[in-house]
């Protein structure tokens, strides 16, 4: 059988493309501990300055709140979850599991949406680290 | 110090900061991120809208 070989594609991304670097493992860590920082240290400072203002007004809405922050745990799935998505928020979990916030009686109606905005403050951290990784490997301008 | 917005505020707030930062992650210049955060936060806005009134018509 005739080996055929059909031409490959060029990526979409292709010209932006450039080896893993140093900044590809630094940025999406720091971006990871203090939210938006992983944006910053590659100068991007306006999208790095939203992000980080979005993630933290809304974590510290959500312990204002009296949101309940999930501790490690290997219980109910939605409990486990629900750590996944807080981790997420970095330094911001970590400041507020030494603060032992985030661990009262919910007393009033909106106290669960501090409980929602803290796990998708911590999500959406996530998406920010992402977008600091591509930024670091050049998927992304 | 507790804070206890409204539902509607709360779901506001949590439409503006989710909206900038899918803006911001999901494409890829300044124009494109402006229009997609806006288009963002018009659907979670709407979205509070259309449940708040299929709760109503549920209800009655």
Redesign the interface.
């Known amino acids: 059988m005739a080996n055929t070989s059909v031409p490959k594609k060029p990526l979409a991304d292709a010209k932006y493309a450039q080896p893993i670097n140093a900044i590809s493992i630094v940025a999406p860590a720091v971006g990871w501990l203090i939210p938006g920082a992983g944006h910053l240290i590659q100068k991007r400072w306006i999208?790095g300055l939203?992000?980080m203002?979005?993630?933290v007004?809304?974590f510290v809405?959500g312990v204002?709140?009296?949101g309940r922050i999930y501790r490690p745990n290997g219980g109910d799935i939605l409990d486990i979850l629900g750590f996944i998505g807080d981790i997420g928020a970095g330094g911001l979990y970590i400041v507020s599991l030494a603060r032992d916030l985030g661990q009262g009686a919910i007393?009033?109606?909106?106290a669960d949406?501090?409980t929602?905005?803290l796990i998708?403050?911590g999500l959406?951290n996530f998406?920010?680290v992402?977008?600091a990784y591509h930024i670091a490997v050049g998927k992304?301008? | 110090?507790?804070?206890?917005?409204?539902?509607f505020n709360?779901a506001v707030?949590?439409a503006?900061?989710?909206s900038?930062?899918?803006g911001?992650?999901q494409r890829?210049?300044a124009r494109d991120q402006l229009r997609y955060g806006l288009y963002c936060f018009v659907m979670f806005v709407g979205g509070v809208f259309v449940a708040g009134w299929l709760m109503w018509f549920l209800r009655r």
């Open positions: 999208r939203l992000l203002a979005s993630v007004i809304m809405l204002l709140m009296d007393a009033h109606a909106t949406y501090g929602k905005y998708v403050a959406l998406i920010s992402a977008d992304k301008p | 110090m507790s804070l206890a917005l409204s539902h709360a707030l949590f503006v900061f989710a900038v930062v899918f911001i992650t890829n210049n």
